[in-house]
């Protein structure tokens, strides 16, 4: 690469003066040599490394092997750290932070010198907000998630983190295990590097970015410790060379192709309800037109070949030896379910890149001929007064028995409320009370967290009752399972509907009509809305001010209103 070279780095490290001085000198105290700045693509590694997200923590190895793929490629790689959001630790839920990880990550690719960027990711919310981000600056990007955990094992058998964490906390309430028991199986579950193993919503989203061509192939099921994500890392830190090269950037990659290409793939993989928010919202960063019905139409023709936790049986590793995700898209292509002519990272088409992809294990990748669950069995979207934005309902997680259902309201305005009684034997619940769970939303709890899939009450665990039907409008972990009804748009806390429920009032839920209906007439409906109060503000200041006055509803994908869109790359004025 020659000083003449056109890459945007060049206008800090190719600056005479003063300010290229600057720019270089201070990148000296590193021990760079000066060649580093002859106008090579300069790539950015954006990092969402933390000891406090353990999902994460091994990314500051995983940028070493990107880097030794930048130097080969003749790059220079910049390790940089973007916000990391630990999903089990932040709160009120790392939701809240999936914005400001988008806009922090987003400004730090805009103002620095870089020609390209390798976003690593790996717990839930790290991978759409590094999507968001690059999808808002347009650099040449590519992403390399940090891989799923090995599976967990239990006196025997194996265990998904998160999914077990419902059936463990059940087993206790009901008596089927001990407090000690429980302690020793907590250390089962998580016991290397990685991701959640289930189905969830990283194995999900590393499944999304993959989809939509922003990672290379088999980049989302190589597990955190297994050499060939290392291998992979490097080959990415390669590949993003490449891109700059070519100046192949997201918005060439993330088209309306990819994302239904993304949402098909979803549905086959059995993957987290999260994935519609978040695919909404990067959608919204491109201007692709995602209207939240095509998550039903484009998956109502796909049918689940996956047979991984919580819908099914096996994790992660399993899938990965099984194949890995290339096995799904080869089996949705060959029936004319994958959008093949879009482009990825490799410079390829999806379809070229998963034609000869091999399956290994049907126990785990099921064929088209044979799925494990039927097609329209998928992420639904309802519609009806409760939910007029709309509402989504995880089918391959519920219980095919509730999916036609009819019952009687027994609300509460926050989780916290209905755990205080949960556990009263004198509760008036039954199997088929309707639970109502509200102002989780958005703006309501704030930031919409995964609490929609309340316990059940302790007096019907007893029984033997395992599911029953929830409304709510916050979100629900991919990792869980339960026919909860999710994402209810508007959210109570911004007036809809679902604020105006009253206990006692009929619901009905009609998931083979998309229907969503809360039997109370106009006319009291409007009584009960004049006498509505919207909930104080949550904050005066600060990122939760900011948020909940901006934040849109879950059928938007919950962006902030001012970060839709794109700013590009622009390389802004001189510092000095
Ligand atoms: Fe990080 Fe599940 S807690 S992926």
Redo the contacts with the bound molecule.
């Keep these: 690469m020659t000083a003449n070279s056109a890459f945007r780095s060049r206008q800090w490290f190719g600056a005479t003066g003063r300010s290229g001085m600057a720019h270089r000198s201070w990148m000296r105290s590193q021990g760079f040599t000066p060649e580093v700045f002859d106008g090579r693509p300069v790539i950015g590694i954006a990092t969402t490394w933390s000891e406090l997200a353990p999902?994460n923590v091994h990314l500051h190895r995983v940028a070493e092997s990107v880097k030794r793929g930048v130097w080969q490629e003749g790059g220079f790689p910049l390790e940089f750290p973007a916000m990391a959001l630990?999903?089990?630790l932040l709160r009120p839920t790392a939701m809240l932070y999936r914005n400001l990880l988008a806009m922090e990550a987003e400004e730090l690719m805009r103002a620095n010198p870089l020609d390209g960027v390798v976003l690593l990711s790996?717990?839930?919310k790290t991978t759409p907000g590094l999507l968001m981000a690059a999808a808002s600056v347009d650099l040449p990007a590519v992403m390399v998630t940090g891989g799923p955990m090995l599976n967990g094992k239990y006196r025997g058998t194996d265990v998904g983190?998160?999914t077990a964490v419902w059936r463990f906390e059940e087993d206790l309430v009901a008596g089927r295990m001990t407090q000690e028991e429980c302690a020793f199986a907590e250390g089962c579950m998580a016991r290397s590097n990685g991701?959640?193993m289930t189905m969830?919503?990283?194995s999900t989203m590393a499944s999304m970015a993959e989809a939509l061509g922003m990672q290379l192939p088999y980049s989302a099921t190589w597990p955190a410790v297994d050499a060939r994500r290392y291998e992979t890392a490097q080959r990415a830190g390669q590949v993003a060379v490449g891109l700059v090269r070519q100046d192949l950037r997201p918005s060439a990659i993330m088209t309306r192709a990819a994302f239904e290409n993304a949402i098909r793939v979803n549905a086959a993989i059995g993957g987290s309800t999260n994935a519609v928010i978040h695919l909404l919202a990067i959608a919204g960063r491109l201007g692709v037109p995602l209207p939240l019905d095509d998550f039903d139409v484009l998956a109502r023709d796909v049918p689940t070949l996956l047979n991984l936790q919580p819908s099914g049986e096996y994790l992660m590793e399993d899938f990965c030896y099984a194949g890995g995700l290339p096995a799904v898209m080869r089996e949705l292509a060959e029936h004319g379910l994958l959008n093949g002519d879009a482009i990825t990272v490799t410079g390829s088409g999806i379809g070229a890149n998963v034609a000869d992809a091999p399956c290994w294990n049907r126990e785990v990748i099921r064929a088209v001929a044979e799925p494990f669950q039927p097609a329209g069995t998928g992420t639904a979207v309802l519609r009806g007064n409760l939910a007029p934005g709309g509402a989504v309902i995880k089918q391959s997680a519920s219980s095919p028995h509730l999916l036609k259902h009819r019952g009687r309201a027994l609300v509460f305005d926050s989780p916290a409320d209905y755990y205080a009684v949960s556990n009263d034997p004198g509760l008036d619940v039954d199997e088929d009370t309707v639970l109502v769970v509200r102002y989780c939303g958005p703006r309501g709890y704030p930031g919409m967290p995964e609490v929609s899939n309340v316990a059940l009450p302790r007096k019907l665990l007893l029984r033997g009752v395992r599911d029953m039907v929830r409304i709510c409008d916050g979100r629900m972990s991919g990792?869980a399972y339960g026919t909860v009804v999710l994402h209810v748009a508007p959210e109570a806390a911004a007036g809809g509907p679902l604020a105006l429920v009253r206990t006692g009032d009929w619901i009905t839920l009609d998931v083979p009509a998309r229907m969503l209906t809360l039997e109370v007439g106009d006319e009291e409906l409007a009584a009960r809305r004049a006498q509505w109060q919207p909930p104080a503000p949550h904050a005066s200041r600060g990122w939760t001010r900011l948020y909940t006055e901006h934040v849109l509803q879950a059928d938007e994908g919950a962006d902030l209103d001012f970060l839709v869109g794109a700013s590009g790359h622009e390389v802004p004025r001189e510092s000095h």
């Design positions: 999902c630990g999903e089990t790996g717990c839930d983190s998160g991701h959640c969830g919503t990283a990792t």
